[in-house]
């Protein structure tokens, strides 16, 4: 009696497995999310990664007018790594196998409009020396966030984007995969029974 393998032969198996594993990377791409609570003029803002570890990523906030960071670091964030640019309005986290970072400041409106996140997975090799701008993601509200009520609420604004080009190597694969399926279905001369 035959089993799968025989049929499928391996050949086609080895292919099979070699473009499953080529869509492993895609399901390990990290995301950010980002939470802010207001309360009384303060707002914190929470990052949350969602990843594999071991991971490192690079999280730069800009600011916008309005909003102001404590004199005192300690009073800004408890993040083990992270670095205050008041004059450019910038606040950087290095976030390391580390659910979570946040920061806290005060200022006017809801903790979403007008601020820009990027952030970047310090982990992604890239074939490029050059590279440096290309590897940022931009997470952050869009300009139609309607404005915040008064009181302590919260907000979410998720990222959930993926590493580039995954998107192509999981429709060749679909391709492959087809393809494999129908020339498996012609050498055993039909429906397989």
């Not at 998720?158 to 391709?175: H, K, N, R, V, W």
Request: with cysteine; hydrophobic share 40%.
């Amino acid at each position: 009696m035959k089993t799968l393998m025989h049929r499928i032969g391996p050949i086609s198996a080895a292919l099979l497995v070699f473009l499953a594993c080529c869509t492993l990377p895609a399901a390990a791409a990290p995301a950010i999310h980002r939470e802010v609570t207001l309360s009384d003029g303060a707002a914190t803002i929470t990052y949350t990664v969602d990843a594999e570890q071991p991971f490192a990523l690079g999280i730069v906030e800009s600011v916008p007018e309005g909003w102001v960071f404590s004199d005192t670091e300690s009073a800004v964030s408890t993040a083990p790594h992270f670095e205050i640019d008041r004059t450019a309005r910038k606040i950087a986290f290095f976030v390391c196998n580390e659910e979570k970072a946040s920061y806290t400041l005060t200022g006017t409106g809801d903790g979403v409009e007008g601020f820009v996140t990027e952030w970047v997975d310090l982990c992604e090799l890239s074939p490029d020396p050059k590279e440096a701008r290309e590897r940022w993601r931009v997470l952050g509200a869009s300009p139609d966030t309607p404005p915040a009520s008064s009181g302590s609420h919260r907000q979410r604004a998720a990222s959930a984007q993926e590493t580039p080009g995954f998107g192509i190597s999981a429709a060749l694969s679909g391709c492959m995969v087809g393809a494999c399926a129908v020339a498996l279905r012609h050498r055993t001369g039909g429906d397989g029974a």
